[in-house]
């Protein structure tokens, strides 16, 4: 007997994917997930690899305290008694380390600003006004409506002053404006791998939501990323009509008289349902239906520049103890020096990692729990930012070109590496695994690799809708809602509230 159609055909299987999907599957609608990779979650996917489960990009993520967006979402598709997080060191979750010297990020903002007066007293005037405003636009965040209403815009000069007056603006237009020291601007914007953009170039507000995020709580899957994907799977698998159908690439939405009718995989069938939702990027969505079908209003809408790409280094170690060289339940964000302009000009602009700064994670140190690596060792997981470009143009040479330039990378890394952190650290190498932007571009089909979608510059606060033109298509990714695993998460809950009338945010 034919399948019959699903409710909901869901393009993709990234977080926001996953969130809506197993809302729509709890709350008994028919949906089927088509997914080009061979393993399901997109940036969150984990992949085996010499004994080791990698998870691919996602390091540590927010919203998992009680009535937390990712905490919300296990409750609602009641998951939330299996899926556990720890919680990063609330005393120093993120230690930002510049020209050597070490800053502890602690939850609390108040407990940050605290200790950076102690540290640098001189500085008083711009620190206390940067954690004021800093606590003002959060709160107003906080208090933005989902929905708003006509009276809400009515209101917004009184109740959202500072989301007004700072919204078209960079966090370097507020150090400016607040005199903010060089070391400050670098120690403040310590965690600028979250959004992948220097302060000259990040959105304050975006700035704000990202650092107020982390704020409240920094997390890890107790049984790691691997198993909350997982479990979001065999949720929406396990209710009838339900299904996750993986390397089903899509190569075409067929749209005639105004409607989607059908999406074709690359397999060469043709998928077929009600309402059809796309996690992948929307310029492409709009590419693989024809731009034809759209108003140029709305082409236009979805042409934005991308957010840069990542190079990622997955070390295996063993025979060491990574806690025995400043690593522990925390992140370590390393600067070389203290122009953070400088340092994603050089790697952005020039193609130049010669002295990166680096993301080093240690997600063996924030959960014990078996699966992530062999018995006995430990993993270090590294990430900077890259241009795309540079990496598709070697790749373009041949695959000795683009191998030799991973390779120079890594190695200037790992120098950098045994010379600031680890010493001998080669020497402990069980895995050493790279992926640059063009990684990204092949395994998680993401546009140019890019890491969050649309580039999180000010012009980027008013994101792609849900709603597109056709009136049974929507989008639900880091571009149509937020990037992060939150806000992607966060991005499927506020449209599967829209599209089945569940609770709204
Ligand atoms: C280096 C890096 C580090 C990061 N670190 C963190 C972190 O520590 N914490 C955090 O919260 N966030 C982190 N993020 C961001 C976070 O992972 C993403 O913002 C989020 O996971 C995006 O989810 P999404 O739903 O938009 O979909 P994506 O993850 O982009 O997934 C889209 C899915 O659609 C599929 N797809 C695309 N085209 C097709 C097609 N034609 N047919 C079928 N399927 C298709 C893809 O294969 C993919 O599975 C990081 C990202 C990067 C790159």
């Known amino acids: 007997m034919p399948t019959p159609d699903p409710d909901y055909l869901i393009l993709g299987t990234g977080m926001a994917a996953l969130s809506l999907g197993a809302q729509l599957a709890t709350a008994g609608q028919r949906v089927r997930l088509l997914e080009a990779h061979e393993y399901p979650g997109g940036y969150a996917h984990s992949f085996p690899m010499g004994g080791y489960r990698l998870c691919a990009q996602v390091h540590y993520v927010f919203g998992c305290h009680p009535g937390g967006t990712i905490a919300d979402l296990l409750e609602r598709v009641g998951l939330s008694d299996e899926v556990r997080f720890r919680r990063l060191d609330p005393d120093g979750y993120d230690h930002v380390v510049v020209s050597g010297e070490r800053y502890r990020i602690p939850n609390g903002f108040d407990t940050f600003r605290d200790r950076l007066l102690v540290r640098h007293p001189e500085h008083a005037t711009p620190l206390r006004a940067y954690f004021r405003l800093l606590t003002d636009v959060r709160d107003e965040l906080d208090r933005l409506p989902d929905q708003p209403r006509a009276w809400d815009y009515a209101l917004a000069p009184l109740r959202f002053p500072n989301v007004l007056r700072w919204r078209d603006a960079t966090l370097g237009e507020v150090y400016d404006r607040l005199r903010m020291p060089q070391r400050l601007r670098a120690v403040l914007a310590g965690q600028s791998g979250d959004y992948l953009l220097p302060p000259s170039r990040v959105s304050f507000l975006l700035h704000t939501a990202l650092v107020a995020g982390y704020d409240r709580g920094a997390w890890y899957p107790e049984q790691h990323y691997g198993h909350l994907v997982d479990r979001l799977v065999d949720t929406i698998r396990a209710h009838p009509g339900c299904s ?6 899509v190569d075409h939405i067929s749209i005639a008289g105004g409607r989607v009718i059908g999406v074709r995989t690359r397999d060469g069938v043709v998928h077929t349902a009600a309402t059809y939702v796309s996690n992948i990027d929307p310029a492409r969505t709009v590419a693989l239906a024809g731009p034809e079908h759209f108003p140029s209003t709305y082409t236009r809408r979805v042409t934005y520049p991308y957010s840069c790409g990542s190079f990622t280094l997955y070390l295996g170690v063993k025979g060491i103890d990574l806690r025995d060289y400043g690593f522990g339940s925390w992140n370590v964000w390393h600067y070389p020096h203290d122009d953070l302009d400088r340092a994603y000009a050089a790697q952005l602009d020039q193609g130049d990692l010669s002295d ?3 993301f ?60 600031r952190y680890v010493p001998g650290l080669r020497r402990h190498l069980a895995l050493r695994v790279v992926g640059s ?15 969050y979608g649309a580039a999180l510059t000010p012009a980027a606060r008013a994101r792609v809708p849900f709603e597109t033109p056709i009136p ?8 149509a809602g937020w990037p992060s695993v939150c806000g992607a998460v966060r991005s499927g809950t506020r449209l599967y509230d829209k599209l089945a009338g569940g609770r709204t945010g």
């Open 244 to 249: 996750v159908e993986l390397e089903r690439e």
């Open 356 to 358: 990166p700064w680096l």
């Open 360 to 419: 080093l994670a240690t997600p063996s140190l924030h959960s014990d729990a078996p699966g992530l690596t062999p018995p006995g060792h430990q993993l270090l997981e590294v990430a900077t930012a890259c241009d795309h470009a540079h990496f598709a143009r070697k790749k373009a040479e041949g695959s000795r070109a683009y191998t030799q330039e991973k390779v120079r990378v890594r190695e200037r890394i790992l120098d950098v590496l045994e010379a």
């Open 437 to 451: 932007a063009t990684t990204n571009a092949r395994y998680c089909w993401a546009p140019e690799g890019n890491a």
């Open 472 to 479: 049974n298509l929507y989008l639900v990714n880091a571009t």
